[in-house]
Structures are given as structure tokens and as C-alpha cells.
């Protein structure tokens, strides 16, 4: 990795200026063929096939001391050896011997994340063993002696140019390698040669089969097979939770693991070998004539199978869906933060990408999950990207929270007694507490406006904020309003006869506090489709203090949360909210939060607002008493997470339907992410991010309305482009008519 002893916001300037832009181009590369891939499958069969795959994973790792022993049984029945290894020392130590053994010189690998993560290579190579790796990317990145920087694509993120510069100055090749098809066949016949002379192949496994032995190998370049079968002594080496029941179960992993990874339909090589391998492999990819090995040699093969921490891991309620992953890489491609920065900075020791932290806090532990756990922002974007519907956000707030308890939070006289509970004041930092407790601050910013923001915006002020809390002096903070939208709600003289519906519109810290505009809107829409409207005395859903990873506290507004509104919800209101994040709350995360049969009752009755009024129309409300569109069109950017709960359709039919032209931003993130875009060394990454957003809705006209459905996507808008982005549900106020 890229030394940790840098200042984060300078890693990141870093690497934005020098690795950045391939790792966009192929991140995003392969997120766009993801998205066809599973189009051209078909949505629901895809669906299918991950549904499966997850059952899968949780009864291998449920039944996993079992199926090492099936595994062992049947490997050595085939005359294979198997050795369970504790951790990466010991695991080192059994290959080094086997290799010994041999009186090995020269030892070939394929790609493979268990041996990069024991650090196999370096163990090796201390025995003045000669090691190549045969993956191009791992080839790559071993020549420019760097780390991954992708779980599977390693050297994405350098540039066909640096590589030729680097095999060039490396090997000295008598032609000069300026295409991409001489830089392959250079690397081919180099590593070709290689594996013929080698004495050990070495591979991974992405999938052991306990019933047969068999061992499932999935590579876009065929070296895999070759280093398997070529030497005489095969070493596969996986981590226990690579193991499932049988041959049976692979289906629904051979039919995802490269939809997912790279956007293929499927992989290149699916190469299924119950090793020992008697029959050698013929070697067609060279030049020269085809190659054989040994055949009268005696054929060896050992599976190495790894612990490292994973038994634990499995023991752990947490942590334990870690061990699901298939290593696709699909978090990362998926991931906006990853897309600007790559591995170097969102990842640690081995891992890269959402996954990882879960990865390096159950095998490294938390203080390499802590060097880059707060680049996940929560948005949620990798949850439905992942194969096996891992909860990738909500292992990162644990990873998190168990960071914070460890911590010593400093500035103990500025605690406001009660803020927080007590088993996380001992821990969380004063800036997580801060933000994680922002209603406290909206709170007393309202009642205290206009001067509040008078004194907030003030040079001294942004220093101090950007001294104590991090909050960086160039991105403009919210503007409290004196008069809550609660306050203002309730001194409202109206009434709706004979109402259609009667609605508690959940009022959010920021709509409640700051961005009242859009909550009188959505009141006055719904009274104009004939819902009675109240506006219900209820705190923050848990969001601001969960995504700092404060669980308990979060946990303790969410109980608060649903006594608020268990009175409305058995009176038959829905409830109807306006920012998607509460509402991803109420879906997703209360399920770790709340019990089941509370959590139940508030995602059945809770809405997000457009979602809400689609629902109206359709049946039969009277579209006319909204405003039609003016003509100049709409640009409409969706909230991740309302993409997450897949409601972003919603707001485009109602818009089409009111006569807008509607221009759907495919940017997926706009890098504010709540408090992520206002810390001072994430400032930078975030309008990276942004940057995308900001130019596909330049290019698209001037003047179009630029329409946004979460408070950070307005927020970053307004930084990027001129100020006046609206929530859609503005457009719809009868008021503005």
C-alpha cells in the first residue's frame, strides 16, 4: 500500500493526480458491462442465480469444520495431500518445505489474493527461490514491485505507456513494445518459458469442492491451468471459506463471478481440475512447438487451506458475511470513492474496495481496517452489485464503531453531558461525535438564527471548525432557519375535507432545520391530492450517527423513532419522507436495529415522496392540480441510496408526466455523501467525484432546472455548479403555479 504515514488528504491529492484516471476508465468499464451482462441475462434470472449463491455461502460456512474434513478425506483418496493451515506463517512454512522438498529452483504462480494476503512471494524468495507470477496485472506489479491495487484487476491502475516504459527499462526487448498485442506476446513468451523450466506451479482456487476434491479455477489468460498441470507438483493454496458442498453448487457461481467482476457473460477459462493432474497440458500459446511435462514423472498436488483468522471470523455475527465474498470486485467497480482513488487508498494490506474492511479487520485487524474504513460512505451502491448480497455498508459500521470504542475521543470538556451514550463517549472521536450528533448542533442553529449563520460562516469561525472538527473552510455549510418546518407546519390554519389520505410527513434534521423550502412543498402537494398532512414531533431516524459508526446511538434513536411513530402507524397515516437515507434507514438498517416485527410495521407503512405521489396519480388523483412543466427541461440527479431501494423511477414518470423533459443524470454518486464531502481530507476526492456529475449536466444545457433528491446531491451541486438545485417535489408545489 501506499505509505500510511502520509497525511490522508495528501495520499489522496496523490493519487488523484497520478493514478486516477485508468482506474476510472477501468472501474467504470467494468460496471457498465456489469449492468449489460445482466441485462442481457435478464434482471430476475440474475436475481435468481444470486439468491442461490447466497444460500450457498451460508450453508458452506455454516457447515464449514465439517466440509474441511469432507475435503480432506477425498482430496487424499485422489492422492493428493491436504494441510489446514493455521495462519500465514505456518502456511508459508508448509510451502516453503514442499518446495524444498523438490530442491525446487524456479516456482510459477497464478493470481491468486490468499497467497498475496500471506505473502507467499516474500516467504519464498527468502529461500533464494526464484518466483514469477503469471497474470499479467501480478506480473506487472511485480516488475514495478508494487501492491494491487484491485482484488482483480492488480496493475489497473497503470497505463499501457507506463508499462511499456517499465518492461522496456526491466528487460531491455530487442523491439520497442508500443502496442498492446507486442507488450502480451512479449509477456507470453517470457512467462512461457518460465513455467516449462519451473519446478512448483502454484495457483489459487476460486471454488474447492468437497465431495470430489475437485478444485475450480476462473482466469481470463489460461496461465492458471498451465502452472497447474506443466510442473510436476502442483500447490493450490485458498482460503477454508473457498470450499462448498460439490460440483452441484458451482452453477450459480460460474454463472455470476465474471458478470460481476468484469461485465463478461462468462469467464474466459473455467478450468475444473480434480488434481493430481496425470494428463500434461500441450502449451499452444507459443511460438515455437507445443510443450509437455513430465510425463514420466510422479505427480504431486497439495492443497493448502487457509485459516488466518477466518475460523473467528466465522464466529463472528458481524463479521462472519465477509466470508461469502468471491472476490468479484464488484464492490469496488461500483463504488464512486474507488473509481477516483483505487486500492492504493481504499484498500489495505491485501484487500481492496467496500469488501475489504470486513477482510483486513478479520485477518489484520483494526488498525489496517482504520487506514482507509472511512472512504465507505454508506451510499449503498455496493449492495446490489454484490453477487452474494453481502452487506458491505453495514460490516464497514461495525468495523467502524469497533474502531471508535478503541480510540481515545480527546476534547472531553466540550462533551455535552447525555449527547451520547456512555459505552461510546469513552471511544468516538470528538469529530464523529459532532457529526454524528448534527441534530444537536441544527437544533440550536435554529433557535439561535439568523445570527448562527452569521457567526458559522465567519473566517474565524471555518478556522476554528476546520482546527477542532475537520470540517474544511471551503465547502459552504448548511443555513438554519428560525422557524422549523415543524413550527411552521403547525401554525397553519388547514384542512382537507374528506381526505384520500392522511399523511405524517417525517421531517428530517435537514428539512426540519435548514431546507424547509422543500418541506412545505411536499405538504402543500400532498393537501392538493387531498391528504390530510401532519407534521409529527419525531428526532433524527439514527443515519447521521450510524454512518460515523456510533451503532449504539443510532440504535437509541431508532427505538425513539418508531415510539414516535407507532401512534400514527396504528391510526392507518403513512408515513412519507423526504430525504432517501431516512427512508433507506427505515427499510434496511433497522433491521439490525429494531425488532423484527417493528421494523416490519414502519417499512410497511413508510414512502418516500415521489414514490408516494406516483402512488396517488395512479390511482386516480387529479394531475391537474399540480403545475405543468415550463418547457426548458429538467436535469435530475437520483440519491444513491433511493437508487439502492430502486425508487428513482418514480420521480422521472411524475415529471414526464407533468410535461418536463426529463434528463436522468447515469452518474451514480455525487461524492458528497453526507459528512464524508465536508471533512477536510476527503474534501478533494469528493469533488473529484463530483466533477462527472457537474460536466454531463453542463454539457446538457443551461438551461435546464437542475433537480436533485438528497440533501448531499444538492449540496455538492450547488459547490459545482451555480447555485439553485431543487428537490424535485418543489416542481411539484402548487404554489409555485
Not at 280 to 297: K, V
Not at 412 to 428: I, R, W
Request: hydrophobic share 35%; glycine share 8%; with cysteine.
Amino acid at each position: 500500500m501506499t505509505e500510511s504515514s502520509q497525511p490522508d488528504a495528501e495520499r489522496i491529492r496523490t493519487l488523484l493526480e497520478t493514478e486516477s484516471d485508468e482506474i476510472k476508465q477501468n472501474t467504470r468499464l467494468f460496471n457498465a458491462g456489469r449492468y449489460d451482462a445482466i441485462e442481457g441475462v435478464g434482471e430476475a434470472t440474475h436475481e435468481q442465480y444470486r439468491t442461490r449463491a447466497r444460500e450457498i455461502k451460508e450453508e458452506s460456512i455454516e457447515r464449514l469444520p465439517d466440509l474441511i474434513d469432507r475435503t480432506v478425506e477425498t482430496v487424499e483418496a485422489n492422492g493428493g495431500t491436504v494441510y489446514v493451515a493455521d495462519d500465514a506463517e505456518d502456511a508459508n512454512r508448509y510451502v516453503s518445505e514442499v518446495v524444498a522438498d523438490e530442491a525446487a529452483d524456479r516456482v510459477v504462480k497464478s493470481k491468486s489474493m490468499t497467497t498475496e494476503e500471506i505473502d507467499l512471494n516474500e516467504a519464498l524468495e527468502a529461500d533464494d527461490v526464484d518466483v514469477w507470477e503469471t497474470d499479467l496485472g501480478e506480473f506487472v506489479i511485480q516488475i514495478a514491485e508494487e501492491s494491487p491495487s484491485h482484488i482483480v484487476g492488480p496493475s489497473l491502475h497503470k497505463s499501457r505507456e507506463e508499462i511499456t516504459e517499465l518492461f522496456e527499462r526491466e528487460f531491455e526487448p530487442e523491439e520497442p513494445l508500443d502496442s498492446a498485442q507486442k507488450l502480451t506476446a512479449f509477456a507470453r513468451r517470457f512467462l512461457g518459458e518460465r513455467i516449462d523450466e519451473a519446478d512448483v506451479g502454484i495457483t489459487g482456487a476460486n471454488f474447492v469442492m468437497a465431495e470430489s476434491g475437485s478444485i475450480a479455477l476462473v482466469t481470463n489468460e489460461g496461465n492458471a491451468r498451465k502452472c497447474a498441470s506443466i510442473p510436476n507438483i502442483h500447490v493450490a493454496v485458498a482460503g477454508i471459506e473457498k470450499i462448498i458442498p460439490s460440483i452441484a453448487e458451482l452453477e450459480p457461481f460460474a454463472e455470476l463471478i465474471s458478470r460481476s467482476a468484469t461485465g463478461q457473460d462468462v469467464p474466459q477459462y473455467l478450468s475444473l481440475l480434480t488434481p493430481p493432474v496425470d494428463t500434461p497440458t500441450m502449451d499452444f500459446d507459443r511460438a515455437d512447438e507445443p510443450s509437455f511435462g513430465d510425463s514420466d514423472a510422479k505427480r504431486e498436488f497439495h492443497l493448502v487451506l487457509v485459516d488466518n483468522g477466518r475460523r473467528a471470523m466465522r464466529q463472528d455475527d458481524e463479521l462472519r458475511e465477509t466470508l461469502y465474498c468471491i472476490r468479484c470486485g464488484a464492490c469496488a467497480n461500483s463504488c464512486a470513492n474507488f473509481q477516483s482513488v483505487g486500492g492504493h487508498a481504499f484498500g489495505g494490506e491485501t484487500y481492496t474496495g467496500g469488501i475489504a474492511t470486513g477482510w483486513e479487520a478479520g485477518i489484520e485487524g483494526l488498525d489496517v481496517a482504520e487506514e482507509f474504513n472511512d472512504l465507505c460512505t454508506g451510499c449503498s451502491r455496493c449492495v446490489n452489485a454484490c453477487p452474494v448480497k453481502i452487506d458491505i455498508p453495514w460490516i464497514n459500521t461495525v468495523v467502524r464503531d469497533r474502531i471508535n470504542r478503541g480510540k481515545d475521543p480527546g476534547f472531553d470538556d466540550l462533551l455535552v453531558d447525555g449527547l451520547v451514550p456512555d459505552e461510546e463517549v469513552s471511544g468516538t472521536p470528538l469529530r464523529k461525535r459532532f457529526f454524528g450528533n448534527f441534530e444537536t448542533a441544527a437544533r440550536i442553529g435554529s433557535a439561535t438564527a439568523p445570527l448562527s449563520n452569521i457567526v458559522a460562516s465567519s473566517g474565524v469561525a471555518r478556522k476554528a471548525m476546520e482546527s477542532v472538527l475537520g470540517i474544511d473552510a471551503r465547502r459552504d455549510l448548511p443555513a438554519f432557519e428560525r422557524i422549523t418546518l415543524r413550527e411552521w407546519a403547525r401554525s397553519r390554519d388547514s384542512h382537507v375535507e374528506d381526505p384520500v389520505r392522511r399523511v405524517a410527513l417525517y421531517p428530517d434534521v435537514y428539512t426540519n432545520y435548514a431546507h424547509t423550502a422543500r418541506g412545505k412543498a411536499a405538504i402543500r402537494v400532498l393537501e392538493a391530492l387531498g391528504c390530510e398532512v401532519v407534521v409529527p414531533n419525531v428526532g433524527g431516524s439514527g443515519r447521521a450517527p450510524l454512518s460515523q459508526g456510533m451503532i449504539a446511538t443510532a440504535e437509541e434513536k431508532a427505538r425513539a423513532v418508531a415510539e414516535s411513530l407507532r401512534s400514527y402507524l396504528n391510526a392507518d397515516y403513512d408515513v412519507v419522507v423526504i430525504e432517501p437515507s431516512d427512508l433507506a434507514m427505515f427499510r434496511r438498517e433497522y433491521e439490525k436495529l429494531l425488532p423484527p416485527e417493528t421494523q416490519e410495521r414502519i417499512d410497511d407503512g413508510s414512502y418516500e415522496i415521489m414514490e408516494f405521489v406516483y402512488g396517488l396519480l395512479a390511482n386516480g388523483a387529479d394531475v391537474n392540480a399540480l403545475p405543468a412543466g415550463d418547457g426548458n427541461g429538467v436535469a435530475y440527479h437520483s440519491h444513491c441510496q433511493q437508487r439502492t431501494l430502486g425508487l428513482e423511477s418514480h420521480t422521472e414518470a411524475i415529471l414526464e408526466r407533468l410535461g418536463h423533459d426529463v434528463l436522468t443524470s447515469d452518474v451514480e454518486c455525487c461524492g458528497m455523501a453526507g459528512s464524508f464531502g465536508y471533512k477536510s481530507e476527503y474534501y478533494d476526492l469528493s469533488m473529484d467525484v463530483g466533477e462527472t456529475l457537474a460536466a454531463q449536466f453542463m454539457e446538457a444545457s443551461d438551461e435546464r432546472t437542475i433537480v436533485a433528491s438528497g440533501t448531499s446531491c444538492m449540496e455538492q451541486l450547488d459547490s459545482l455548479l451555480s447555485p439553485g438545485t431543487r428537490h424535485p417535489i418543489e416542481l411539484l408545489d402548487p404554489g409555485s403555479k
